[in-house]
């Protein structure tokens, strides 16, 4: 079976840095997405970004990139010039091609003014 | 389009009732599934449907079941509620393409008494 670890049960970041967040999977298929959501304290879990495994360039949405190592199974989020409204919980999540959808335990995100 | 609606918003129940939770996804998707949301688990699988069939099921006891109708709207059951079932459950609808990301609910608090 397909698991998810976020290891990092909670990280801060002071305004304007730079933060990373960890996520690690493991499987045994070859065709996945891996994706990273955001929920606000609102409750509304939203998606970030996702990144194709075949595809090697890492995938980057404005001030979110990921560290993309697939054989290392690790899909690390890095978020450039943190800002109050980025404070949240961020979930890694693994889908296969059966659409199953994994996610980790979940990373609280703090930001510092 | 209308985003996933998740009904009723709360909900309060006694232990050894049973509770119905409803879900309706994104007009044209036809994949829903269901995740169990605790402060100390994080988020668990509990099944995903698919044009009405059960397509993949977590690591949950039979007391959670779940259908989908022909519209693509799903409902989750609990059967004999126990303290423990107390939790946020979120839907999520997805089309069926690998890469497409889940939407999801505003979830259902169940708190149970």
């Known amino acids: 079976a397909q698991t998810v670890t976020q290891s990092q049960p909670e990280m801060s970041v002071q305004e304007a840095e730079t933060v990373t967040l960890s996520c690690t999977y493991d499987?045994?298929?070859?065709?996945?997405?891996l994706f990273w959501y955001k929920q606000p304290p609102s409750r509304q879990m939203i998606l970030v970004i996702r990144q194709e495994a075949y595809k090697q360039q890492n995938a980057t949405e404005n001030r979110f990139s990921v560290n993309f190592q697939k054989a290392a199974k690790s899909f690390s989020l890095k978020i450039s010039d943190s800002q109050l409204g980025d404070a949240a919980m961020y979930f890694c999540?693994?889908?296969?091609?059966?659409?199953?959808?994994?996610f980790g335990a979940g990373t609280r995100l703090t930001v510092k003014p | 389009k209308a985003g996933v609606t998740q009904t009723p918003r709360y909900l309060i129940k006694t232990r050894g009732q049973q509770v119905t939770l409803s879900c309706s996804p994104i007009s044209g998707h036809r994949s829903v599934s269901w995740y169990q949301q605790t402060p100390g688990q994080g988020l668990q699988f509990l099944f995903e449907y698919f044009s009405e069939t059960q397509r993949n099921k977590g690591n949950f006891p039979g007391r959670f079941s779940g259908r989908q109708f022909s519209n693509s709207r799903s409902e989750m059951n609990v059967s004999t509620l126990e303290l423990g079932d107390s939790a946020l459950y979120l839907c999520?609808?997805?089309?069926?393409?690998?890469?497409?990301?889940?939407?999801f609910g505003q979830g259902t608090r169940l708190t149970v008494v």
């Open positions: 999520a609808s997805s089309s069926s393409a690998l890469q497409a990301e889940a939407f």
């Open positions: 499987t045994s298929e070859s065709d996945y997405y």
């Open positions: 999540a693994y889908r296969s091609a059966n659409n199953d959808m994994r």
